[in-house]
Nanobody
Framework: QVQLVESGGGLVQAGGSLRLSCVAS????????MGWYRQAPGKQRELVAS???????NYGDSVKGRFTISRDNAKNTVYLQMNSLKPEDTAVYYC????????????WGQGTQVTVSS
């Protein structure tokens, strides 16, 4: 059974930083693609960043240059470093795992709240 557990969310002032972590269990982590999504109240879930099993990264336009995704396969963990946070970054952030290349994400974490005050 694959499980994803996020941590690191919280309340931060605009311009500040947070680092989210997601620990995966129940799968061979290095063989999976990982992603971070977010969903704000009243809005659709959107891709924040992804990192492939080969280390290729991709970012949503709104976070390019501010957020960095990385992975530590030895720790079964994916990170999201968020800098220069803005109030519009406020959302629940979800970690996701994809096992098959080209398919959708198969597993999701429970989410962690990020709130950026102005």
């Amino acid at each position: 059974q694959v499980q994803l557990v996020e941590s690191g969310g919280g309340l931060v002032q605009a311009g500040g930083s947070l680092r989210l972590s997601c620990v995966a269990s129940g799968s061979i982590f290095s063989r999976n693609d990982m992603g971070w999504y977010r969903q704000a109240p009243g809005k659709q879930r959107e891709l924040v960043a992804s990192i492939s099993r080969g280390g290729y990264t991709n970012y949503g336009d709104s976070v390019k240059g501010r957020f960095t995704i990385s992975r530590d396969n030895a720790k079964n963990t994916v990170y999201l470093q968020m800098n220069s946070l803005k109030p519009e970054d406020t959302a629940v952030y979800y970690c996701a795992l994809r096992q098959r290349i080209g398919a959708g994400y198969d597993y999701w974490g429970q989410g962690t709240q990020v709130t950026v005050s102005s």
